[in-house]
């Protein structure tokens, strides 16, 4: 896939650091964060690795990525990682996607109580879906729900919802499969009475236990009689809750949350330009149809950066969460019973190899990489199983002490020069599949120490050269 020509990165270089300076004690730490984040991914302020061509000497440098979920960069491989895990959970029925959506007067109070009024959002919209349908005068069931959050319109502008992805699902004596009506999941008008009534209940809790922040035109929300005025008018207006016809087949499930699941603010691929006008990028006027709904916008590059940033989640705030059939504690027993019901095959579980590979599943996924100055430790790289010591002949042999990372810049530590020596190899056949190789690459433990960090690349890499031969990595300065 080609980079676009302008990203967010680009417009952070160009006006952020001006933006920041005009906004210097507005801004959160987890704002400031993503500003850096995003400014130093794929740079050479991350470090990052070399690889050459063991037949033309052909080299290339791949920088390290930040791998924060507000990246525009780095949600591609974030998304087919969990795509790829969820794909055997996929039941062969009809999906429904359900839209909850905040009333603009909520969603004004809940920028600055983002982690409590998000968490309200998905407890009573996941708990409305759930009472409506285990009803027997509606469907009678429990159902599996994937909710995903989203706090943004087409413009960026400040628009919590919750979208969800809702199978049929099982009768309350687990005897059957209930399927949906053709078309049809639940009436939104029961949905959205009682998803209006259970958060604003829930909403009157939490700001009589004291979880609520007001302030700006709303500081004086913050007595019990004026909150309780201000929530009056929303008991009488109707809700947004939006039901979309279902999906056709597990392929087009897989194919809408892979553009939902971990997408950010805007792409880099709707910008446009960057110019002495703004910036300007692609919207979509969901009010329009035809051709009219799709337009251009420009903004000023400061409103654009601050729009960017109202979307910052809290930290350790999931964004996406799973209820009913699908909820955590009992989703692999509730599937495969489900997959019984409905007479379907169980998913086949692949590996990569036989006898005590077998066990192993496939794993391509790229190594997490830490900059040299973090000291906390690589979870999910030591979790990973360390490939057999000794491969096959012809297969390649690495220095265990030799280094692959190329240091940070500005760091003031310095090593001697470090070559990784592979043993020329054939490629090999079309049919066969990629084995994976160990490279050793630098790694800091919590007590700051060296220590050696398994790194799995595929040895059968193409190459801009033209080759497709086993690659090397080279001495880093």
Not at 58 to 86: M, T, V
Not at 111 to 124: H, M, Q, S
Not at 130 to 139: C, E, R, V, W
Request: one cysteine or more; charged letters at 25%.
């Amino acid at each position: 896939m080609r980079r676009p020509s302008l990203e967010v990165a680009d417009i952070f270089h160009r006006h952020g650091a001006a933006w920041r300076a005009a906004q210097a004690g507005h801004l959160s730490l987890g704002q400031l964060k993503v500003m850096s984040a995003n400014e130093t991914c794929r740079t050479a302020a991350l470090g990052g690795h070399v690889e050459a061509c063991e037949d033309c000497g052909h080299s290339r440098i791949a920088y390290n990525s930040c791998r924060d979920r507000h990246c525009p960069r780095c949600q591609g491989a974030a998304a087919r990682e969990w795509l790829a895990a969820r794909e055997a959970d996929l039941l062969p029925v009809g999906y429904f996607h359900v839209v909850f959506t905040l009333p603009a007067e909520i969603a004004d109070i809940a920028y600055p109580n983002k982690a409590v009024i998000y968490d309200l959002l998905f407890r009573a919209a996941s708990e409305a879906m759930l009472t409506i349908a285990a009803d027997p005068k509606h469907l009678g069931a429990l159902i599996g729900i994937t909710a995903v959050l989203h706090s943004w319109g087409s413009a960026m502008t400040h628009h919590p919802q919750v979208h969800m992805i809702v199978p049929g699902g099982i009768s309350l004596d687990g005897e059957r499969w209930v399927s949906c009506r053709p078309g049809f999941l639940l009436p939104v008008r029961v949905l959205s009475k009682l998803f209006r009534r259970l958060l604003l209940a829930k909403l009157t809790d939490a700001h009589a236990a004291g979880r609520l922040r007001f302030f700006g035109d709303n500081a004086g929300l913050g007595g019990k009689r004026a909150f309780a005025a201000f929530l009056a008018p929303l008991k009488k207006k109707n809700w947004f809750v939006y039901a979309k016809p279902p999906f056709a087949g597990a392929e087009a499930v897989l194919a809408y949350l892979s553009r939902y699941t971990h997408r950010v603010a805007i792409s880099n691929s709707r910008l446009i330009a960057l110019d002495k006008a703004g910036v300007t990028f692609r919207v979509k006027d969901y009010r329009r149809n035809g051709s009219e709904r799709y337009r251009t916008m420009t903004l000023d590059p400061g409103e654009f950066i601050r729009r960017f940033l109202l979307h910052v989640l809290p930290k350790g705030f999931h964004r996406i969460r799973h209820y009913g059939l699908l909820a955590s504690a009992h989703a692999k027993a509730n599937i495969a019973h489900a997959r019984e019901l409905l007479a379907a095959p169980q998913p086949k579980v692949e590996c990569n190899g036989t006898g005590a590979d077998a066990a192993t599943p496939s794993d391509w996924r790229p190594p997490m990489l830490r900059r040299q100055d973090d000291r906390h430790r690589d979870l999910r790289t030591r979790r990973r199983p360390r490939p057999r010591a000794a491969l096959d002949e012809g297969a390649m042999t690495t220095n265990r002490s030799s280094s692959l990372c190329i240091p940070a810049e500005n760091s003031d530590r310095r090593r001697p020069e470090a070559i990784v020596r592979l043993r020329p190899i054939a490629c090999p056949a079309p049919s066969a599949a990629p084995k994976p190789s160990a490279l050793q690459g630098p790694h800091r433990n919590a007590r700051g120490h060296r220590q050696p960090v398994e790194l799995r690349l595929p040895t059968h890499q193409a190459h801009r050269c033209g080759h497709n031969g086993p690659s090397r990595t080279v001495k880093s300065p």
